[in-house]
């Protein structure tokens, strides 16, 4: 089992200046290597601390991949902080300065002196040209640890990773496995009535099952490893399988389908056309619903006549756009009290409900849409299943 740390360096993501996308790129990268990822962790520009950092996580994992500090600028401490790590002087490479130079004169410029300093690297390291940045990124071994530092510009960290550190992984820790992942989405059902449901499936060690809730969607995400793809798919399709056994109507979709598609989907199927009505909720149903690009949403508008009911207005609208039916939404905080009322118009009922809602009030939104998108789509599933 080979497994691994990522360690973000930079002040900037501290301070949450920047948002750390080359996490998520990296921790995709070494699942499909079959790499068991298990801590991520940000430091600031401080060459001790990353040292010790270095040295701790590379205590635990195989080996540690490193993101940012290789810059030119004296506050770009990564290079020392990976000599330091490993009790090693830096030392000068004439031939990184010239592949420096080389760039720098693509852009038309001489190179500065302080961009010297990405010339040196911790003695005995393995340099990895970037025909795609300034800064040369490398990899330090011990034993059989690894240390692997690469730039923190995304598109120079992605460039490296998939082309010069994902092939030397493969060779170095003879990587032979996979990881795939199945993610399946459901609604209306809360994480921890979920969790009683399918809690056993939560317990496998090979599939892995997990949760994530969303405002209202669950995700269920079933992880395998395998020697090959196949394998792994195989695996998945069987606890999938179970899955939509066990859950039905309750699962909407799956990877990256959208409860607003496939409440659409869902729609259309049954012959209605949409309208939508909505008022407090920064007109997300409207946008989310006209994103999927689905014939069957028509538009939409705002209650600006807050006296006025909700069933009748939305009626107004549905005739305005001349549809089957219609969706209508208007979220409310009063005190503590937040609430979502809801009219749904289908050519056989016009229906309301009201919820009320008990967590963070800028989550509210986001709920109230989900809760009247998967009213939606249950309500056309289930006239579909009464007429057959």
């Known amino acids: 089992m080979t497994t691994a740390e ?20 990296i921790a995709r990268a070494l699942r499909g290597l079959g790499v068991n990822l298990f801590r991520t962790q940000t430091i600031g520009d401080n060459a001790e601390r990353i040292a010790a950092l270095i ?9 540690v991949i490193t993101t940012g500090g290789l810059g030119p600028t004296v506050d770009d401490p990564t290079r020392d902080a990976a000599a330091r790590a490993f009790g090693l002087f830096l030392e000068y490479r004439p031939e990184l300065w010239e592949q ?30 970037n025909p795609v940045g300034t800064a040369p990124a490398f990899i330090v071994e011990s034993g059989d640890k690894s240390l692997i530092c690469l730039p923190g510009v995304p598109r120079e960290m992605e460039f490296l990773l998939e082309n010069a550190v994902l092939p030397y992984l493969q060779k170095r820790y003879a990587l032979n496995e ?5 993610t399946l989405h459901v609604s209306g059902v809360g994480e921890a009535a ?14 892995t099952v997990g949760l994530t809730a969303h405002s209202g969607i669950v995700s269920i995400r079933i ?5 090959t793809s196949a394998e792994a798919d195989a695996m998945i399709a069987g606890i999938e399988s179970d899955l939509r056994a066990r859950l039905g109507m309750d699962l909407f979709g799956a990877d990256d389908d959208t409860l607003e598609s496939a409440a659409l989907h869902a729609a259309a199927g049954r012959g209605w056309t949409l309208a939508c009505l909505e008022a407090g909720t920064e007109d997300a149903l409207r946008t989310r619903l006209a994103r999927t690009a689905h014939p069957a949403f028509r538009g939409g508008s705002r209650l ?28 409310s905080i009063e005190g503590e009290a937040q609430k979502a009322e809801m009219v749904f118009i289908t050519p056989e009922s016009t229906e309301e409900r009201s919820l009320t809602y008990g967590g963070h009030p800028k989550n509210l939104e986001r709920w109230a849409v989900n809760m009247a998108l998967d009213w939606l789509r249950r309500a056309a599933l289930k006239e579909a299943q009464d007429d057959a």
């Open 178 to 182: 996979i990881i795939r992942v199945r």
């Open 304 to 331: 600006t006549v807050p006296a006025e009911p909700l069933a009748t207005a939305l009626e107004k609208v549905r005739q305005q756009f001349a549809t089957s039916a219609a969706l209508g939404i208007v979220c």
């Open 194 to 207: 979920l969790d009683e449901r399918i809690g056993d499936l939560e317990s496998l060690a090979n599939p």
């Open 223 to 227: 992880a395998a490893k395998a020697a």
């Open 100 to 129: 420096i130079k080389a760039r720098v004169a693509r852009y038309g410029r001489a190179p500065t002196e302080n961009q010297k300093r990405q010339a040196y690297l911790p003695q005995f390291a393995l340099p990895i040209e």
């Open 6 to 25: 990522v360690i973000t360096i930079g002040t900037e993501l501290l301070l949450g200046e920047k948002v750390d996308t080359n996490t998520p790129f």
């Open 55 to 63: 040295r701790e996580a590379l205590g635990r994992a195989d080996f």
